[in-house]
């Protein structure tokens, strides 16, 4: 094997290596350029940002009732 063919191609090159170069061509990367319709709709970042903010508050104050709730002493007549 002809290390100066792998590297830059500049060596006697290997039949073993040209016949897995074959069979590894359709493999190979090509550039394409990405191209997205045009009817795409973009998702405002400000509406999710704000429907989280919402979400986030309303658990807080579920969370802040329901702590109240359990350290709250017992309701009744028979306090000792």
Do not use: C, K, Q
């Amino acid at each position: 094997m002809n290390e100066e063919y792998l590297w830059d191609r500049s060596g006697e090159p290997d039949p073993e290596i040209e016949a897995l170069e074959r069979t590894l061509a359709p493999l190979r990367y090509r550039h394409r350029e990405i191209t997205l319709p045009r009817t795409a709709r973009v998702a405002h970042p400000t509406r999710w940002a704000m429907a989280a903010a919402a979400a986030l508050v309303l658990a807080a104050i579920g969370l802040s009732r329901l702590r109240r709730r359990r350290h709250r002493p017992p309701r009744g007549r028979w306090r000792e």
